[in-house]
């Protein structure tokens, strides 16, 4: 059996490498490194791929979420609801720019934004939610857009693990993740369902007013060299993660249906065993199973485990060669950096509890069926003693 990894990039690479080695080679040999001609191939084919009017790539993903924020004109003070159980760069951009972060509660069977406790957290000074498509699956996006509607609110989708998505509204349209509210945010981070050699981001938005701004804000404000007509950054992604993600970029689908794949046997697994709970998804009609599937792209996939030590168990995998992951050990509103007293404990119930709850096990393209039954047969072994 091959090495296990928590996510094999060299795998992947192998597959593709006919395709990369020659991209990255045309852009050292043009030395167009900074908004070459692959930068501009790659945004066109995402804007086709995702049916988006405007993908404007950036450096990496927590500068998309900064620089969308930045776009839309927010103001220090201005409070912005988001998820508590999510990572950190979500609230961390929302406090560079000065704004208030609002964290609320999630799911507990989906792990996304609880659309109640969004409406509970609204106050005048409320000015945007970001919804975070957890783990690649959308939040309640029906429920978003109509609370954004009738509060005028914006909408800000960080869609750093769910790219390639759908969702499917309730009249049954289906969008991709990340192009349903104001604004959508992704990363590029190796690890992600597409993910380049280092690091990078993009932007997403049908806005043509919002999408000049932000075409600035990348570029240090400059939409003529030497003329600055807005406050910007230096966050642009370079020409050789452009190509890199070009090359992928074809095969994400391919990529996402193997992950779902796995997610179905990794599941099927564990059928009966009270002790774990799988993932479950926003599609009722098929939660996840069937081969259809949409709805979550798996970037991760993460049990939840009842009755038994987590933390023993992620132990026992790592002694038998099973990487995993806890994602997220600590909730946001008790990181150092984000306490604030106006948080109470009895409004993050579910989030306290799946903290101590949830591994995520290996997640990747490459993942075959020995891998699979040796990985859910240790933990089947672990829980029965």
Same mark, same amino acid.
Do not use: W
């Given at each position: 059996?091959?090495?296990?990894?928590?996510?094999?990039?060299?795998?992947?690479?192998? !597959?593709?490498?006919?395709?990369?080695?020659?991209?990255?080679?045309?852009?050292?040999?043009?030395?167009?490194?900074?908004?070459?001609?692959?930068?501009?191939?790659?945004?066109?084919?995402?804007?086709?791929?995702?049916?988006?009017?405007?993908?404007?790539?950036?450096a990496?993903?927590?500068? /998309?979420?900064?620089? /969308?924020?930045?776009?839309?004109?927010?103001?220090?003070?201005?409070?912005?609801?988001?998820?508590?159980?999510?990572?950190?760069?979500?609230?961390?951009?929302i406090?560079?720019?000065?704004?208030?972060?609002?964290?609320?509660? $999630?799911?507990? %069977? %989906?792990?996304?934004?609880?659309?109640?406790?969004?409406?509970?957290?609204? &106050?005048?000074?409320?000015? /945007?939610?970001?919804?975070?498509?957890?783990?690649?699956?959308?939040?309640?996006? %029906?429920?978003?857009?109509?609370?954004?509607?009738?509060?005028?609110?914006?909408?800000?989708?960080?869609?750093?693990?769910?790219?390639?998505?759908?969702?499917?509204?309730?009249?049954?349209?289906?969008?991709?993740?990340?192009?349903?509210?104001?604004?959508?945010a992704?990363?590029?981070?190796? @690890?992600?369902n597409?993910?380049?050699?280092?690091?990078?981001?993009?932007?997403?938005?049908?806005? !043509?007013?919002?999408?000049?701004?932000?075409?600035?804000?990348?570029?240090?404000?400059?939409?003529?060299?030497?003329?600055?007509? $807005?406050?910007?950054?230096?966050?642009?992604l370079?020409?050789?993660?452009?190509?890199?993600?070009?090359?992928?970029?074809?095969?994400? %689908?391919?990529?996402?249906?193997?992950?779902?794949?796995?997610?179905?046997?990794?599941?099927?697994?564990f059928?009966?065993?009270? @002790?774990?709970?799988?993932?479950? &998804?926003v599609?009722? @009609?098929?939660n996840?199973?069937? !081969?259809?599937?949409?709805?979550?792209?798996?970037?991760?996939? &993460?049990?939840?485990v009842?009755?038994?030590?987590?933390?023993?168990?992620?132990?026992?995998?790592?002694?038998?060669?099973?990487?995993c992951?806890?994602?997220y050990p600590?909730?946001?509103?008790? *990181?150092?950096?984000?306490?604030?007293e106006?948080?109470?404990?009895?409004?993050?119930?579910?989030t306290?509890?799946?903290?101590?709850?949830?591994?995520?096990?290996?997640?990747?393209?490459?993942?075959?069926?020995? *891998?699979?039954?040796?990985?859910?047969?240790?933990?089947?072994?672990?829980?029965?003693?």
């Amino acid at each position: 059996m091959k090495k296990i990894q928590m996510v094999d990039l060299k795998g992947q690479y192998n !597959d593709i490498k006919d395709v990369v080695n020659p991209s990255i080679q045309e852009v050292i040999e043009t030395a167009a490194f900074i908004n070459g001609p692959k930068v501009h191939q790659f945004q066109k084919n995402l804007e086709a791929y995702l049916g988006v009017k405007h993908v404007i790539p950036c450096a990496n993903g927590t500068d /998309a979420l900064q620089i /969308a924020m930045m776009g839309l004109g927010l103001k220090p003070g201005d409070e912005v609801i988001t998820a508590d159980f999510t990572f950190a760069a979500t609230v961390e951009v929302i406090a560079l720019l000065q704004l208030t972060p609002v964290l609320v509660d $999630v799911n507990e %069977d %989906d792990f996304n934004i609880n659309i109640e406790a969004i409406k509970k957290a609204i &106050t005048p000074k409320t000015k /945007a939610i970001v919804p975070v498509h957890l783990f690649g699956q959308c939040a309640n996006m %029906d429920a978003i857009m109509e609370i954004a509607e009738a509060n005028n609110l914006l909408v800000i989708e960080d869609n750093a693990q769910a790219i390639g998505a759908y969702y499917t509204y309730k009249n049954g349209k289906k969008v991709k993740a990340g192009t349903i509210g104001n604004v959508g945010a992704t990363s590029f981070f190796p @690890s992600k369902n597409l993910g380049c050699y280092g690091d990078g981001g993009a932007i997403f938005t049908n806005d !043509d007013d919002l999408a000049h701004t932000i075409r600035g804000i990348v570029n240090h404000g400059m939409y003529e060299r030497y003329h600055h007509d $807005v406050v910007g950054v230096n966050s642009r992604l370079d020409s050789i993660q452009a190509a890199v993600l070009d090359a992928k970029l074809p095969h994400l %689908d391919s990529y996402n249906k193997s992950r779902q794949a796995a997610a179905r046997k990794y599941s099927k697994a564990f059928e009966g065993i009270d @002790s774990i709970i799988t993932p479950k &998804t926003v599609s009722k @009609s098929c939660n996840g199973i069937c !081969d259809n599937c949409d709805c979550h792209v798996f970037h991760q996939y &993460t049990l939840r485990v009842k009755g038994i030590d987590r933390d023993a168990l992620a132990k026992h995998l790592n002694e038998k060669g099973i990487p995993c992951g806890v994602y997220y050990p600590i909730p946001l509103h008790k *990181q150092k950096a984000y306490l604030d007293e106006r948080y109470e404990e009895v409004d993050f119930e579910i989030t306290n509890k799946l903290v101590k709850e949830v591994i995520s096990l290996p997640m990747h393209t490459e993942l075959d069926d020995e *891998q699979i039954e040796f990985i859910t047969s240790t933990i089947i072994e672990f829980i029965n003693g």
